[in-house]
């Protein structure tokens, strides 16, 4: 029973209702909604909400930087007075705020992410070729363009080989090969195929491209300015006295391997070049992230935001920064300016490789003598002794004039019992 009710019995029991009309309530709706008006305020729950949405509102219908949303005047006494416009011009003036704003956004946006994708996390090797006791010594290079390099220079014979027969080993000229490791990964990648070329009899040297590993800070361009480096490390074997600077050859990982072509096209005397795992085309990779899952792309959430339109301006954003070319990076040119350098390509599954069959396709536009592998994760050593066998043709090396590394090492045995 409501209250009403309640004094409508107590004045009928007082006989106060005689004669009268029944009273009106006492409490009207006016009365009800400033009570409910009042609980609201003091809610803490509403009140956050309220806050809430007035912030969202202040952010998403409303002027950010832009004063034109306000207005000023000066009173009879001379003082500045701010007046907010009204709310349609404010409205106005907020949505074209933000078309000016969005496209200085999205420039700030899109140089945040070139910088954070040609800058990745620094990554060191853990292991050396000492823990296959394989002799070596830390060299720095310095490219062209005054980028220093530090690599790992493992010569095709040790110290007492040389000590044992110094005149034939030291008139002999051996065959080379420059390392390169792909991004992200270090020499622990290729110290098993450094350590089967040595045994192979070639000298060896393993590059840390710029911005990786130990060698200088620098931007990784995904292979454009990478040739150089590559250019250096085979200036570097020609120019060292006991190798045969006909038979100078370069392996590289992803963008090692497209640096290791491009390298192939700009000096005709490599002898021969092995890309391995090469990625597909810089558009078509860049256009692959972009449409990636959130959180494949982001690490947030799980559904696909529309933000594939973004991979050509950050194609643009990425050759503005670098000042070069990603025409270049196009891996169908590269191949077919390579006329007489024999290529082995080793074709790797997976998401962040090109398809196998890209990579037959691209073989077989090669000018040159070419040869497709396809690598099987289970088995490496499969894979490094392909690319042995392939260096050892290519170059025609059969052993040294004096004594083979078998040979010496027999005798060295033998001296020793």
Not at 30 to 41: F, K, P, V
Not at 173 to 191: E, F, I, M, R
Not at 335 to 356: C, D, M, S
Not at 374 to 384: L, Y
Request: glycine residues 8%; proline residues 6%; positive net charge.
């Amino acid at each position: 029973m409501g209250y009403d009710e309640i004094d409508h019995d107590i004045d009928k029991d007082m006989g106060w209702t005689q004669g009268r009309r029944k009273p009106s309530p006492r409490r009207g709706p006016d009365y009800w909604q400033a009570l409910l008006r009042t609980a609201r305020a003091s809610s803490p729950l509403w009140r956050g909400l309220r806050n809430l949405s007035r912030s969202l509102g202040k952010v998403f219908l409303f002027p950010i930087i832009s004063p034109l949303g306000y207005t000023k005047h000066f009173d009879i006494n001379g003082d500045m007075m701010i007046v907010k416009r009204s709310f349609l011009w404010r409205l106005a003036d907020a949505v074209l705020t933000r078309v000016l704003l969005a496209p200085v956004i999205l420039a700030i946006f899109l140089i945040a992410v070139v910088y954070a994708s040609t800058h990745p996390r620094n990554v060191r090797a853990l292991g050396t070729p000492d823990a296959y006791g394989t002799y070596f010594s830390r060299v720095n290079l310095v490219t062209v363009d005054n980028q220093r390099l530090t690599a790992w220079y493992i010569p095709a014979l040790t110290a007492d080989e040389v000590a044992f027969d110094p005149e034939g080993t030291l008139a002999q000229k051996w065959p080379s090969v420059v390392l390169c490791h792909g991004l992200g990964a270090t020499h622990d990648q290729y110290l098993p195929l450094a350590q089967e070329m040595h045994k192979a009899g070639f000298a060896v040297l393993m590059i840390d491209m710029r911005g990786q590993g130990e060698s200088d800070v620098a931007a990784v361009t995904f292979g454009l300015r990478e040739r150089l480096d590559v250019l250096a490390g085979v200036k570097f074997l020609r120019e060292t006295s006991s190798i045969d600077p006909g038979k100078v050859c370069v392996v590289g990982h992803n963008i090692g391997g497209m640096a290791a072509l491009q390298a192939a096209t700009l000096d005709s005397s490599i002898t021969a070049i092995v890309a391995d795992g090469l990625w597909p085309r810089f558009e078509e990779r860049a256009r692959d992230i972009f449409s990636r899952p959130t959180a494949d792309t982001w690490g947030v959430g799980g559904s696909r935001l529309p933000t594939a339109w973004m991979a050509p301006l950050y194609t643009l954003t990425f050759e503005i920064a670098v000042r070069d070319r990603l025409s270049q990076l196009d891996p169908g040119a590269i191949v077919r300016n390579l006329h007489r350098q024999p290529v082995l390509f080793i074709a790797r599954t997976g998401p962040e490789y090109a398809p196998v069959r890209d990579i037959m396709n691209l073989a077989s536009t090669a000018g040159s003598q070419h040869d497709v592998f396809v690598d099987n994760p289970g088995s490496p050593d499969a894979t490094n002794a392909r690319i042995r066998d392939f260096l050892l043709k290519t170059t025609k090396w059969k052993g040294p004039k004096a004594h083979g590394i078998e040979q010496i090492q027999k005798l060295l045995e033998n001296q020793v019992k």
